[in-house]
C-alpha cells in the first residue's frame, strides 16, 4: 500500500499548476526558477519540472504556439514528377533520328519555343 505524504509536504505538479494559474504565458525554464525560489530548501529534477509543466498546460487547455513545417516530399513522390511518359521518350527519340545529332534537336526546340505565344 502506498504511503500518505504529509500534510505539507512539497508536490511539484502543485506547484507548477498554481504558477500557471497565476501567469499562463511563462515558459518552463521561467516556472523552474519560480519554483526554486518559492521553495529554497526543495530538491527536484529540472527535467521533471518540464515535463510537469507540459503536463499541466496540456490539462488546464492552454495552448502552445506551433510552427508551420513544411515536410519534404518523399522520394516516390519526386521520381514521379520527374519520370517522363513513354510516348514524349518516343517523341524525342524521333526528332534526335530526324536532327541527326543533339545540338541540331536542341536548337530546332529553341526555335519552336521562340516562335510559341503565350
Do not use: H, W, Y
Not at 15 to 43: C, H
Not at 82 to 103: E, F, T, V
Amino acid at each position: 500500500m502506498a504511503k500518505k505524504k504529509p500534510a505539507g509536504a512539497f508536490v511539484l505538479t502543485v506547484a507548477v499548476r498554481d504558477i500557471l494559474k497565476k501567469d499562463p504565458t511563462l515558459k518552463a525554464t521561467q516556472v523552474v526558477e519560480i519554483i526554486r525560489k518559492e521553495n529554497p530548501g526543495e530538491k527536484f529534477n529540472e527535467a521533471s519540472a518540464k515535463v510537469a509543466f507540459s503536463n499541466e498546460r496540456r490539462k488546464m487547455g492552454i495552448a502552445r504556439k506551433r510552427r508551420k513545417v513544411r515536410k519534404p516530399r518523399s522520394m516516390m513522390a519526386v521520381k514521379k514528377a520527374r519520370a517522363l511518359n513513354l510516348d514524349l521518350l518516343q517523341a524525342a527519340r524521333n526528332l534526335l533520328a530526324a536532327a541527326g545529332n543533339s545540338d541540331d534537336a536542341l536548337a530546332a526546340l529553341r526555335q519552336v519555343a521562340s516562335l510559341q505565344v503565350k
